[in-house]
């Protein structure tokens, strides 16, 4: 069959070479092409493996066959959520970039496809040598987005940003390393490595527990390593934090589940991973509701959610990796909806201090509707993918754990209360109606629509890729 899974990968690194042959005022156009043409893909592949299963598209050519290092991609049950949720939301980001990104144009397009890239050859990676090369693809792509297109302490918050990143990086090699040496079959094939698990050395399985654990942590992220991303998400552009909060995240989510997959004794460690994970969400609720400036606040629901994920993964269980694998899709779109409504905010209102928000209702009312949809679709309402994430979430926890499984529920309870205080206090309140305001673009209307339309056909027919995705 064709390789199509390789061309998902391979399409967003061809996109640089138009771009850099085309003018500055095309490259957002060409990015938007390739992206269209990558959702194009996505819908292809969701059909064909309908039609002929998951194993149809798998794809590998040798490499270094020495040492078990082929080029391979495939799509699998923890993957095919993941990869439909990372073209929509670029895809998403790219109708909007012309709106947010106003210099340099070709730079951050090429950069911006990088990013793309990087994202989906981690996730349709089949081995362990092209997911680490991937990572860093997409790590370096998002600190120059940060770095180059920024707000005032973008530097300060980049560097930040790629130091956590190269720690989690060295880390995550040495694990890999680890896993390779010691394996039965020594590769990097992420299947055999799967399979072969229980050939590991008991002596050295902490040792790769603990470098993961860490790595993944980071990425996620998870209490206490998740002092970088107030920072980046602050000072990031509006679609740089739409990519970093709805995809690159997920890295961290994603290397979790096959953590727990690839090292037995970690389902021993399982109930104190579990308390780590649920500490760090209801910590992230708490610190949320101290925040002061929106994308900062949006920032610190990123932890929580993330957090709440992390303990469907360690739950070990049918319906919390469910969950979880859901739980990111629908954080997804909802994270991406809220930091591109925010971005929109502090352009047209100059500020995203919710002290001096006042009275949008009364000029942009899409907005705070759309806004509202985001709060509402981030914390779980039914019929939400939100709340199919959530509610399989807690049945894995609570079948794993009992009744304290469902004690990360207060942080959503939490969160969605203070955002509730948000816009009541900062979208409804009263302020001059004679003040005028900048248009705001049909893209930045089309974007969301699009985002919010996904996460609710999500929720209402979760069948549809919950079935296909066998789990």
Same mark, same amino acid.
Request: charged fraction near 10%; avoid cysteine.
């Given at each position: ?20 042959? %085309? ?33 149809? +598209? ?14 391979? *991609? ?9 990869? %439909? ?8 980001? $790219? ?13 951050? $397009?090429?950069? *911006? ?18 997911? =680490? ?48 040496? =010691? ?16 050939? #590991? ?29 107030? &920072? ?27 953590? *727990? ?18 500490? $760090? ?18 920032? =610190? ?35 991406? %909806? ?16 919710? &002290? ?13 509707? #759309? ?55 900062? *979208? ?8 005028? =305001? ?14 919010? +339309?996904?996460?609710?056909? #999500? ?13």
């Amino acid at each position: 069959m064709f390789p199509l899974l390789m061309l998902m990968v391979l399409l967003p690194f061809f996109a640089v070479i138009p771009i850099l042959l %085309l003018g500055e005022r095309d490259a957002h156009k060409v990015s938007l092409v390739f992206s269209t043409i990558l959702l194009a893909f996505a819908f292809m592949v969701l059909y064909l493996i309908s039609k002929h299963g998951l194993a149809s +598209l798998t794809y590998a050519h040798e490499y270094l066959p020495n040492i078990g290092i082929s080029l391979g *991609f495939q799509i699998t049950n923890l993957t095919l959520i993941l990869v %439909l949720m990372t073209v929509v939301v670029f895809f998403a980001a $790219s109708m909007v970039n012309s709106y947010f990104i106003t210099k340099d144009r070709k730079l951050y $397009s090429v950069i *911006f496809m990088l990013s793309q890239g990087g994202a989906l050859g981690l996730f349709l990676s089949s081995n362990l040598f092209l997911f =680490y090369i991937f990572w860093e693809i997409a790590e370096f792509a998002m600190f120059f987005i940060i770095y180059s297109y920024g707000g005032y302490d973008r530097r300060y918050a980049a560097i930040k940003f790629i130091i956590y990143s190269i720690i989690a990086s060295l880390l995550l090699l040495i694990a890999i390393i680890m896993l390779f040496y =010691y394996s039965p079959t020594q590769t990097f094939d992420i299947n055999s490595l799967i399979q072969y698990s229980n050939g #590991l050395p008991l002596s050295v399985q902490p040792i790769i527990l603990v470098l993961l654990l860490a790595a993944f942590m980071i990425k996620a992220p998870i209490f206490p390593f998740h002092n970088w991303l107030p &920072d980046a998400h602050t000072e990031a552009p509006t679609t740089g934090s739409m990519i970093l909060a709805g995809v690159l995240l997920k890295f961290g989510g994603y290397g979790l589940l096959l953590m *727990f997959l690839m090292l037995p004794m970690a389902v021993h460690y399982s109930p104190y991973i579990a308390a780590i994970f649920a500490f $760090s969400a209801i910590y992230g609720a708490f610190v949320a509701m101290r925040q002061t400036h929106l994308k900062r606040m949006i920032a =610190y629901t990123s932890i929580v959610d993330m957090g709440i994920i992390a303990v469907g993964i360690a739950a070990i269980n049918s319906f919390g990796t469910a969950g979880a694998l859901y739980g990111m899709l629908a954080h997804g779109f909802a994270i991406s %909806l809220l930091f591109l409504l925010a971005g929109v905010i502090d352009k047209v209102y100059g500020t995203l201090m919710i &002290d001096k928000l006042k009275g949008i209702i009364a000029t942009n009312p899409a907005v705070v509707y #759309l806004f509202l949809f985001g709060v509402l679709a981030a914390i779980g309402l039914p019929l939400t993918s939100g709340f199919i994430g959530d509610l399989l979430i807690f049945i894995g926890a609570f079948k794993t754990y009992g009744i304290i499984g469902l004690l990360p529920i207060a942080a959503i309870l939490l969160v969605g209360a203070y955002f509730f205080w948000v816009v009541e206090k900062s *979208f409804f309140s009263i302020k001059n109606k004679s003040e005028t =305001y900048a248009l705001i673009s049909r893209s930045i209307f089309a974007s969301s629509g699009f985002l919010a +339309l996904f996460a609710i056909l #999500l929720g209402i027919i979760p069948s549809v890729l919950l079935s296909l995705s066998t789990l």
